[in-house]
């Protein structure tokens, strides 16, 4: 997480715009990831874990669909986040998320 902030910092300091990726299941993971930063937003892809299951075992991944289960048991919903529902396609996840951001992209 510490190397993830870092990442963000950087790309702040050069007033570059990124996007991470990260599971950041817990608050006190997305605190540290937001650390001394302005203008960072959180988007949340929320599905339930039926979804989320069924999708894991159609694909290769490196969690096995079975972990799945201790992630959604450790999950901190976030309070602060752009909700997104993950039954859209991509790119209508992507079209909810921009509009749901406070910037001009």
């Avoid at 976030?78 to 921009?98: N, T």
């Amino acid at each position: 997480l510490k190397r993830l902030h870092d990442v963000l910092l950087d790309h702040s300091e050069k007033n570059q715009s990124v996007v991470l990726a990260c599971s950041a299941l817990k608050q006190s993971y997305r605190d540290l990831l937001l650390s001394g930063l302005d203008n960072v937003f959180f988007v949340f892809l929320k599905g339930d874990f039926d979804l989320i299951h069924e999708r894991m075992q159609q694909r290769k991944h490196y969690m096995k669909a079975d972990m799945l289960r201790s992630q959604f048991e450790a999950l901190e919903e976030p309070q602060d986040a752009v909700i997104v529902d993950i039954q859209y396609s991509p790119e209508e996840i992507v079209e909810k998320v921009l509009d749901q951001l406070p910037l001009e992209i």
